[in-house]
């Protein structure tokens, strides 16, 4: 079993992104740094920044004991989820089936869920302008989305069987469900696995990671950026 002596440096915010790093760590059980990325100030288009997040958004991580014990960067939550669960045996199977059915759901969570969420946020909630088509389009998508889990979730306690990665990438962004018009009456499977996932004490202490204290501002602890930095400027 992999162990973990140097902690991870995770680079990351509350937020639903940020949530399926914060929660694989604490799964994990192993020794990280939370930094947090100040996008207020502009912190994730520093030049230490992004050299491990070349898409200056969060999270990634650097791991000082990466593939050959030396210094790996890795940016975009989906490939943090898979790199943490291939290194540590754990959340991500072995068996090549198991893992194209992790895959997939993981990747329609990145490609999909995760996104047009955050369209349907956008449109009805931000944008300066109301748009009906663009609200109606995305309100639209995410009830489908919904859709597609509530009928995943028949007759399984989770996506891919065991519970996963795909699991873990997919909690933050069902946070919000109710505010989506997601009801339990219409959904029940769906909200039998959000309650059997928020009972878990890891994702509970993931989803809170950054809202009660700041944490380490990336701008005063760069350390672990910099190796990398140096590294990739050469």
């Known amino acids: 079993m992999t162990t973990q002596t140097k902690p991870i440096e995770a680079y990351s915010l509350p937020t639903p992104n940020g949530q399926k790093l914060h929660i694989m760590l604490e799964e994990l059980a192993i020794p990280y740094t939370y930094h947090r990325i100040d996008i207020g100030k502009g912190e994730q288009f520093t030049p230490e920044f992004l050299a491990i997040s070349p898409n200056n958004k969060i999270p ?8 050959g014990g030396q210094p790996i960067s890795v940016f975009e939550s989906g490939a943090i989820l898979k790199y943490l669960g291939l ?6 199977p072995i068996d090549m089936r198991a893992q194209v059915e992790v895959d997939e759901w993981l990747f329609w969570q990145v490609g999909g869920f995760g996104p047009m969420l955050g369209q349907n946020n956008h449109f009805n909630v931000y944008a300066p302008e109301k748009i009906p088509y663009a609200m109606k389009r995305y309100s639209d998508e995410t009830h489908r989305l ?21 699991d873990i990438a997919a909690i933050g962004w069902a946070q919000s469900a109710e505010r989506y018009g997601i009801t339990r009456d219409e959904f029940p499977q769906f909200y039998a696995w959000f ?6 004490p890891a994702v509970a202490k993931g989803l809170g990671i950054g809202k009660e204290a700041p944490g380490t501002s990336a701008v005063d602890n760069k350390d672990a950026a910099k190796i990398l930095f140096n590294q990739r400027a050469r």
């Open 60 to 67: 990634a991580i650097v791991d000082p004991e990466g593939p």
């Open 87 to 92: 290194k540590f045996g754990q959340f991500y």
């Open 146 to 166: 919904f859709g597609v889990l509530e009928k995943r979730l028949v007759g399984r306690d989770y996506i891919a069987g065991d519970y996963s990665i795909a």
């Open 195 to 200: 309650d059997r996932l928020n009972a878990r």
